[in-house]
C-alpha cells in the first residue's frame, strides 16, 4: 500500500500491512519499521518495490 496519510499508514502498518508512507516535509513521522517505509520521492518508492520483488 502507498499512501500520503498518517493515520491511514500507522493503522495498515499496525495491523501487518506492508505500506509506503508518502511523507512532504511538513507532514508527522512514523517509525520504521519491517512493514512500514518512509519516502519523499517515486523513485525511493521504484526502489524499494524493484527489491521486494527479488
Known amino acids: 500500500m502507498i499512501d ?3 493515520d491511514v499508514c500507522k493503522k495498515l ?3 501487518g500491512i506492508k505500506t ?3 511523507r512532504d516535509k511538513e507532514m508527522k513521522k512514523l517509525e520504521q519499521n519491517k512493514c512500514l517505509k ?3 520521492n517515486w523513485g525511493e518508492i521504484y ?3 524493484k527489491n521486494e520483488s527479488r
Request: glycine share 0%; net charge negative; proline share 0%.
Open 38 to 40: 518512509e519516502v519523499s
Open 4 to 6: 500520503d496519510s498518517y
Open 13 to 15: 502498518s499496525t495491523s
Open 20 to 22: 509506503i508512507y508518502f
Open 47 to 49: 526502489r524499494i518495490i
